[in-house]
């Protein structure tokens, strides 16, 4: 007999249930499923000659062996225990402390991941009546309803037979687990899983049963489903869920014509899908007499701006002109409320509304008045259409098509204001030793490094003033496992490093934690094959921090070549060269990557005197950044090639993602390298070829390589490294600001690469450069206008937004490279997987043609530039929107189509998704 058997069965003998769940989890799970198997033979007969106790053992111990999502008998009648019994219950479902246990189910409910409550909802409502739990309504639902994201069972009106005669055996119909059931409208919960015993009862099919039956009150559910439709977190995959149930409930028109307040007041509702049920059974209730027609004209302004929502507004304008059509008391009023719909770039939204608006008989000067902010939004037609409600002075107000020209760019040296004060007392940089642990401002990062080098002695006087400093760094140290969706981020922990090492002279070096790390591995003390290559990488990365520890725990006298000059992150020269001299008069040899960072950092465009000449392969890198006629010569290089790279990258931003290709392949001598096309949209399929996605692959050759990357040169951890651009790190080497090329490709390989909705981080750390450079807009190369048209254009509308503003902001500082934004918009729309949605491209384009001007002039060119390209057949979806904003500058500046367009024009004119808007276009 198996140990596990033999201890159970003296357990069971003796009734030693307390800690039975403990007991089992101790063993290993092979021999649980030997116990398992062994449960089986207490079959009801047998049980039946047990005790309560003996039988509640029993029970638990089957409990933990199931799964939560086959959660098929609970035999455990909570009411007849003993309170030996009901301890073990609330040691078994972690209950012993209720509040704390509530917390932490609140907090997976409102996690992304799915989660299934344990507790069954009839234990849990009998320790609620024993007193042993309070009651809390969310968590009863929990219990009551399993909360499953990846395990849905779809929505149905009816349960089949066998499943509706369990809901009768099974269901507990009391008014308090009816109250519970009615709470899944008031709940942030995916109501739509299953039922807590079997996926097959479905809840929303529960709720119809019970109205049917008679058990749930009709009316009340309804005003429930309205309660869950104003309810502003409502999760979006219930809230077709509710709509199901709504219509479920099959509702007469007298039902739903007593609540017609109610559905008029969905109007203003966020969710599109909510506003539009709530038109539809608006339709089907507007002819009746007591219909509000006033009312719902009222309410117009919840829907007549919404993006999106073409169909419920050609739904409401069906309405609104079927009725003024036989009754026109209320057209002025209607007219004055749907002024704002020509917000709308659909053509055929404003088509619509000028059918309500062409019911007037006479000019109205209040309506002419109310028209005049939403004339520039107007097409063509429209205006043409009310010209008879516009006067000539607001159809002149557009603003005149100005040609756009590139300027060339001259860099702005840094100003006396933004100089950067450094921390002048020991008191302020005690309290910046603990602030730069959790701040996110990349210049107490920058202070504390050069802070340290100057207060490293008060570790001896200030020992316990400094004292918060150590415990927090300490805690923050413990755990070498850097992840990219850590809390802390890489520079946290790495200053956490550095500041136990200034304090603590016990603490374990960098280098010392790899001597250990390389004698131990295999012992399965450490993840070495996780752990060490990356801890490595960043320590590179970081090189200053091991050289600053290194210069204080020998006690020298040294100030770091990088540190900034001034707030924006820039050197000043001068004092670059100052610094500079002060290492080579005292002979101090020079950190790579400091010096590397620094050079980064230099603004070259200032004036600056002429330094003290000393010859030295550092001085030749210089020469060769600050002389703007100066050539690069290979023949120089000698002991610092890294320097030397980083030196051509600053200086020749279009070819950096080919040089450092050649520099880490070795392909080829990476000076020799030559700007190239790099991006190409494709698409990747999955393993089965069920699914796919756009993607994009780019010509280059290099790889990640985790047994070399931490011997390469410092930039090619923006393209190997995902953790560089976590979004709590990203804005601190964005400060660099004068390599943003090759900042720009890290962002799109590990955020664009595959053209799918952006997560989180992703978006933070896309967010993060978008800010960054539209405070500091700079011509843009290849990898810059790549990164900001996949911005425009990404599913995420925040992104979206940003990006537009960046371009704007290019645009009007006239930095903007024309002949590369529409060559990189053409290579995304004229593709043939269609990669993005044609709606997100015609929203920005929307906001170039109304701002007019030289913004319109860019949008024109775009538009040639896609229509001389694109292929007629092979149209992506909703392409006649492109089409018609061609249509508008034509029809507004006169200009005459290209013969190459006119072609491709013609070879649409058969296509029924465009023919109208070419026949447009080619009338012009």
């Known amino acids: 007999m198996s140990g596990v058997i033999k201890m159970f069965e003296e357990k069971l003998a003796k009734e030693e249930i307390t800690g039975i769940k403990k007991w089992f989890l101790g063993y290993e799970w092979e021999d649980r499923k030997i116990f398992i198997e062994h449960l089986k033979q207490y079959d009801e007969v047998k049980r039946k000659t047990l005790s309560q106790v003996q039988n509640t053992m029993i029970s638990l111990l089957n409990f933990s062996s199931q799964g939560v999502l086959n959660l098929t008998k609970i035999d455990l009648d909570v009411s007849v225990l003993s309170d030996i019994e009901i301890d073990e219950v609330l040691s078994f479902y972690d209950l012993q402390k209720p509040e704390s246990r509530y917390k932490e189910i609140k907090a997976d409910i409102a996690s992304p991941e799915s989660f299934l409550t344990y507790i069954p909802y009839t234990v849990i409502k009998a320790l609620f009546e024993k007193k042993k739990v309070p009651f809390d309504r969310q968590i009863f639902v929990a219990c009551l309803i399993r909360f499953n994201v990846w395990h849905k069972s779809h929505f149905t009106e009816k349960l089949k037979p066998e499943a509706a005669e369990k809901v009768d055996r099974i269901f507990p119909k009391d008014q308090f687990t009816l109250d519970i059931l009615m709470a899944v409208f008031e709940m942030e919960l995916g109501v739509d899983g299953a039922f ?66 109610q559905f008029i007041e969905l109007l203003h509702n966020d969710i599109n899908l909510i506003s539009n049920f709530s038109l539809k059974i608006l339709k089907q209730i507007s002819t009746d007499k007591t219909f509000d027609w006033s009312y719902f004209i009222d309410s117009l302004d919840g829907i007549v701006y919404r993006k999106k929502f073409n169909g419920g507004l050609r739904l409401a304008l069906g309405m609104l002109y079927k009725k003024l059509q036989k009754d026109k008391t209320l057209l002025e009023k209607t007219c004055i409320n749907l002024v704002p719909i020509f917000v709308q770039e659909e053509a055929s939204i404003q088509e619509e509304a000028v059918k309500v608006f062409s019911l007037l008989e006479n000019n109205n000067e209040v309506l002419s008045e109310a028209l005049e902010p939403f004339i520039s939004t107007m097409h063509s037609e429209t205006k043409s259409a009310l010209a008879f409600l516009l006067s000539s002075e607001d159809l002149a107000l557009e603003i005149p098509y100005e040609k756009y020209k590139q300027e060339k760019y001259t860099p702005l040296p840094s100003s006396a204001l933004q100089k950067l004060e450094y921390i002048a007392t020991e008191d302020d940089f005690i309290f910046l030793c603990t602030k730069v642990l959790k701040s996110q401002d990349a210049l107490d ?165 002429k330094p003290q000449e000393n010859k030295s392969e550092y001085r030749d890198i210089l020469n060769y950044i600050l002389d703007k006629k100066a050539t690069f010569d290979p023949k120089k290089i000698k002991n610092l090639e890294n320097s030397w790279f980083t030196a051509f990258v600053i200086k020749n931003q279009s070819k950096s993602p080919e040089a450092i290709d050649f520099f880490l392949t070795k392909k080829a001598k990476w000076w020799t390298a030559e700007a190239k096309d790099l991006f190409k949209f494709g698409m990747r399929y999955s393993d089965s070829s069920s699914y796919k996605w756009a993607n994009i692959t780019f010509d280059l050759a290099y790889t990640r390589d985790d047994e070399t990357v931490v011997d390469v040169n410092h930039f090619s951890y923006y393209l190997l490294n995902y953790e560089y651009i976590i979004a709590d790190v990203s804005h601190w080497f964005l400060k660099d600001r004068y390599y943003q090329e090759p900042l720009y490709l890290s962002l799109i390989l590990n955020n664009y690469r595959f053209l799918s909705e952006m997560e989180a981080r992703e978006s933070k750390s896309t967010m993060a450069a978008l800010l960054e450079s539209i405070k500091n807009p700079i011509p843009l190369e290849q990898n810059g206008m790549m990164f900001l048209c996949l911005s425009l254009f990404a599913g995420n509308t925040t992104v979206r937004n940003t990006a537009l503003e960046w371009l704007l902001e290019l645009i009007e500082a006239d930095y903007l490279d024309l002949p590369l934004f529409s060559k990189f918009v053409t290579q995304m729309l004229c593709n043939e997987h269609h990669p993005f949605p044609i709606k997100r491209v015609s929203e920005q384009f929307e906001q170039l043609h109304q701002m007019g001007g030289k913004y319109v002039a860019v949008l024109h060119h775009t538009l040639q530039e896609i229509l001389a390209h694109i292929d007629p057949e092979n149209l992506p979806k909703s392409f006649k929107n492109i089409l018609h904003f061609y249509y508008e500058i034509l029809k507004s500046t006169g200009s005459e189509i290209p013969e190459k367009i006119k072609e491709k024009l013609e070879a649409m004119s058969d296509k029924n998704a465009v023919k109208k808007e070419v026949k447009k276009i080619l009338a012009v």
């Open 196 to 261: 807590y015993l079997e996926r097959d009862l479905n809840i929303g099919a529960i709720i119809l049963k019970l109205v049917n039956d008679g058990t749930l009150d009709k009316g009340k559910v309804q005003q429930k489903i309205f309660e869950a439709f104003n309810n502003p977190t409502l999760k979006q995959s219930t809230q077709s869920w509710v709509k199901n149930v709504y219509v479920g409930l099959k509702f007469t028109k007298e039902e739903n014509l007593a609540c017609q307040a």
């Open 445 to 609: 990062y920058e202070l504390f490094l050069e802070g340290l080098l100057r207060f490293y002695h008060i570790k001896d006087t200030q020992k316990k003033a400094l004292g918060s400093a150590l415990k927090m760094a300490k805690r923050m140290t413990e755990s070498m496992h850097i992840e990219a969706t850590a809390r802390e981020g890489v520079h946290h922990i790495f200053v956490a490093k550095l500041i136990c090492i200034w304090l603590d002279p016990e603490e374990v070096t960098i280098e010392e934690e790899i001597k250990n790390w390389k004698t131990q591995k295999g012992t399965g003390k450490y993840l070495h094959d996780y752990t060490e290559v990356r801890f490595l990488t960043f320590y590179r990365l970081l090189g200053r921090l091991s050289f600053i520890a290194k210069t204080i725990r020998e006690d020298k006298d040294i100030v770091l070549f990088s540190t900034p000059t001034h707030t924006n992150g820039s050197i000043d020269i001068n004092v670059f060269f100052e610094r500079l001299y002060v290492y080579e008069q005292n002979k101090i040899s020079i950190n790579e990557t400091d010096f590397n960072i620094a050079l980064n950092r230099l603004n070259r465009w200032s004036e600056y005197n």
